[in-house]
């Protein structure tokens, strides 16, 4: 038994059917020239054993994945997700670059791929137009696709294709001679099989529409062959146009429009099928007793891999992160050597896998020469802050790059470099008629760090953009990039900055107040931790007691500063008070707003107190007043008497602010001093972010930092 039983009768059926209608037609026919020959049950037995055989071939040689270094091959139908098609109207059109550039921005997103709602279910769209080209991007599915759709039609009615046809799938890629004869290729698959009368059986089969043609790869077609296979390919259809033909093309490549054809877009993975993807990937009964599918999403949900995340939307990358996380239950400790390895799978690896051959413009371009170009064009973008690029600019970029490098190939051009990345590698795309963007604005940030760390900008990189979100990413990829050197630089730079954003007179008061609160206090943490825990109380009674804050924005609003307790320390016992601070800021919230009579937060905060108290964070800390206007609060909630309430809601805020020694006008900021007091803690989270991130760093620098950290500047 090989699992193949059921679907052979669907397919022995369609096979007597092409036999019987060849019978009817020659006097001469296959049956009748079998029955002649008095075959009787033989030719039965011929039939299914030819059919078994074909399905066993088709399965065996498209019906399995191995990709990227696996170890051991994967069923394609374990593994496959649902995939989506766009229209062919969903190309979208703009009257200018800068209109891109509002769409990116106004989808709040961080794929560069304009993400259509109206998207179809692609085997249904299979099963509806008799002629379809999908297009897509490298890497995007489009041969699995067509590989899927060939093993649902064996399935006959129990699949969800739905016609009966024979499936043939030709790889396009082994038209290497100008002469191309589709009838014969066909005819040798079901030779090899050994259908009866192979010939016979193949014209009759075409004559009579039983066939599901599946043409896989037109821009995989050596460039001197292009034209000969698309008109053999156009003729045969004509030719025979009862059958069904699914062809598959990358989009940048695609520049002929057949005319019977349908053309459709494999759209981008959303989170239902990377999730769906993952969950098929780790199917194995161990990784479901582990749980190992939903530990992989939710760690790929988490805000500190979103930009993996980005990665995942494509099936070939999706596939890499699964291998990774499979490696290593993570998807990197250095995440510039998780993008770099991507990148490399775009630039090389795939096109190698897939056996296609590379055009001859790449004679002399290197793929590190060539990653030397792309950091050039993706650090020039986004400096502008300009992720979509004309045509016109790109090409004299890339003239630019190869007449200034002495190593480069001085016969290439830049059209025709442009084209190569564009079509074989999909690093540069095309998003509207002649204006392009990186493939991911991942990879055009691990470039830009690449660019940044390899001309020595580093210094110039945290003078201008260290509180500019939109660098984030390339600050923590530059710090891992600095192997050979270490990341020393770039946090000493760092931390000189941020010394300077803490010469902001309200920034300076507020980091006095928490040194004196915590200077030699009892509990056994690191001195910034505890003027971190401080910062965070003192930011989170701001909130509390600001009474046009809506409750729902509290916990966000000190979330970055919980963060930064977390990160300076090492030890376990700091994510306790991280959740006390927490905590105290949403419990406060809620029991000094009129409108919660509620008794719980205040149970919660006097209890937390406790906890606050014995952990030595404060020199001095003395709660009991506190705690016993709360208990008068609660009694005043418990009667619902909102005049009570409001009286001793008040005596809270005070009693609160001097048990932490702190005054309404210190935690109170205008617009310009919230900004500045953002605008240091911001630069001190990113620091931190990036001391993890880096591949190498000082002990010694470390250390000299650390004990600087959130200490008020020196006059």
Same mark, same amino acid.
């Given at each position: 038994?090989?699992?193949?039983? #059921? ?24 049956? $009748? ?17 030819? *059919? ?27 593994? @496959? /997700? ?71 039609? @064996? ?35 079901? &030779? ?29 077609? #050596? ?53 769906? @993807? ?40 999706? /596939? ?11 998807? *990197? ?18 096109? *190698? ?43 004299? =970029? ?49 470039? &830009?760090?690449?660019?940044?760390? *390899? ?11 260290? &509180? ?9 990829? &530059? ?5 050979? =050197? ?15 954003? $803490?010469?902001? #007179? ?18 056994? @943490? ?12 003192a930011r989170a009674i701001h909130i509390a007691i600001d009474s046009n804050r809506a409750f729902r924005d509290i916990a966000k609003g000190i979330v970055r500063y919980i963060a930064i307790d977390r990160a300076i320390a090492i030890d376990r016992a700091i994510a306790t008070i991280a959740a006390i601070d927490r905590a105290i800021a949403k419990d406060i919230a809620i029991a000094i707003t009129i409108e919660t009579l509620s008794t719980r937060p205040i149970a919660r905060i006097i209890a937390r107190d406790n906890k606050l108290e014995k952990s030595g964070i404060f020199t001095e800390l003395e709660l009991s007043q506190f705690t016993n206007q709360l208990q008068d609060l609660k009694s005043a909630e418990e009667e619902s008497n909102i005049t009570l309430i409001n009286k001793v809601a008040e005596l809270v805020k005070s009693a609160y ?5 702190? /005054? ?34 000082? #002990? ?6 650390? $004990? ?8």
């Amino acid at each position: 038994m090989t699992g193949l039983e #059921p679907f052979v009768a669907p397919l022995v059926s369609i096979m007597l059917d092409v036999l019987k209608d060849s019978g009817k037609k020659e006097s001469e026919g296959l049956i $009748a020239r079998l029955m002649n020959r008095d075959v009787g049950k033989d030719f039965q037995d011929v039939v299914f054993k030819a *059919a078994g055989q074909y399905i066993k071939s088709y399965t065996k040689r498209h019906g399995e994945l191995k990709v990227l270094g696996m170890r051991d091959p994967v069923k394609l139908d374990d593994v @496959f /997700t649902t995939v989506q098609l766009l229209g062919e109207d969903e190309v979208q059109q703009f009257a200018t670059i800068d209109d891109l550039e509002k769409l990116y921005r106004k989808a709040d997103q961080r794929l560069l791929r304009y993400r259509s709602k109206e998207r179809q279910d692609g085997i249904t769209v299979a099963s509806q137009k008799q002629f379809l080209m999908v297009l897509g991007a490298p890497g995007a599915g489009k041969s699995t696709f067509l590989r899927k759709i060939g093993l649902e039609s @064996f399935k006959g009615k129990k699949g969800n294709f739905k016609h009966q046809a024979i499936p043939v799938l030709l790889e396009l890629k082994k038209f290497t001679e100008s002469k191309i004869d589709l009838k014969a290729l066909i005819e040798a698959e079901f &030779t090899t099989c050994g259908f009866p009368k192979p010939k016979e059986f193949t014209e009759s089969a075409l004559e009579k529409g039983k066939l599901l043609i599946l043409l896989d790869g037109l821009d995989e077609v #050596p460039s001197a062959n292009v034209n000969s296979v698309i008109d053999a390919i156009q003729d045969f259809v004509d030719r025979y146009d009862k059958n069904r033909y699914i062809a598959s093309c990358r989009t940048a490549a695609y520049r002929y429009n057949f005319k019977r054809f349908s053309d459709v877009i494999l759209s981008e993975f959303d989170d239902e099928q990377i999730q769906q @993807f993952i969950n098929n990937w780790f199917r194995s009964e161990e990784d479901k007793q582990a749980g190992t599918a939903a530990l992989c999403w939710e760690l790929l949900k988490r805000d500190e891999n979103k930009a993996a995340k980005e990665l995942a939307h494509s099936p070939i990358l999706l /596939t890499f992160l699964c291998l990774t996380y499979d490696k290593s239950q993570t998807f *990197a400790n250095n995440r510039s050597g998780l993008y770099k390895k991507a990148l490399r799978i775009l630039l090389e690896e795939w096109a *190698a896998e897939k056996r296609i051959m590379r055009q001859a413009i790449y004679e002399g371009l290197s793929v590190e020469l060539e990653e030397v170009l792309l950091s050039e064009i993706a650090c020039e973008g986004f400096e502008a802050d300009r992720l979509f690029i004309p045509q016109s600019q790109l090409v004299e =970029r890339i003239k630019k790059f190869l007449s200034s490098n002495l190593n480069a190939p001085k016969q290439l051009s830049g059209e025709q470099v442009l084209d190569a990345i564009a079509i074989q590698q999909g690093i540069l795309v095309e998003r509207v008629e002649d204006v392009y963007s990186l493939s991911h604005l991942t990879l055009q940030e691990y470039l &830009t760090a690449r660019y940044i760390y *390899a001309h020595g900008q580093v210094s110039q990189m945290v003078e201008k953009y260290l &509180t500019d979100e939109r660098w984030r990413e390339v600050f923590l990829l &530059t710090s891992g990039l600095m192997v050979d =050197r270490g990341s020393d630089e770039l946090l000493l730079e760092m931390h000189k900055t941020a010394k300077q954003y $803490a010469r902001h #007179p309200k920034v300076k008061a507020l980091l006095q107040w928490a040194d004196k609160v915590t200077a030699g206090s009892s509990g056994n @943490f690191k001195p910034a931790a505890k003027r971190a825990v401080a910062i965070g109380i003192a930011r989170a009674i701001h909130i509390a007691i600001d009474s046009n804050r809506a409750f729902r924005d509290i916990a966000k609003g000190i979330v970055r500063y919980i963060a930064i307790d977390r990160a300076i320390a090492i030890d376990r016992a700091i994510a306790t008070i991280a959740a006390i601070d927490r905590a105290i800021a949403k419990d406060i919230a809620i029991a000094i707003t009129i409108e919660t009579l509620s008794t719980r937060p205040i149970a919660r905060i006097i209890a937390r107190d406790n906890k606050l108290e014995k952990s030595g964070i404060f020199t001095e800390l003395e709660l009991s007043q506190f705690t016993n206007q709360l208990q008068d609060l609660k009694s005043a909630e418990e009667e619902s008497n909102i005049t009570l309430i409001n009286k001793v809601a008040e005596l809270v805020k005070s009693a609160y602010l001097e048990a932490f020694h702190l /005054t309404e006008e210190l935690i109170t900021y205008n617009d310009e001093e919230s900004q500045a007091l953002n605008k240091y803690l911001y630069s001190i989270d990113i620091l931190l972010k990036c001391k993890k991130e880096a591949a190498r760093l000082s #002990p010694a620098t470390w250390d000299a930092i650390e $004990a600087e950290l959130l200490l008020p500047p020196h006059d």
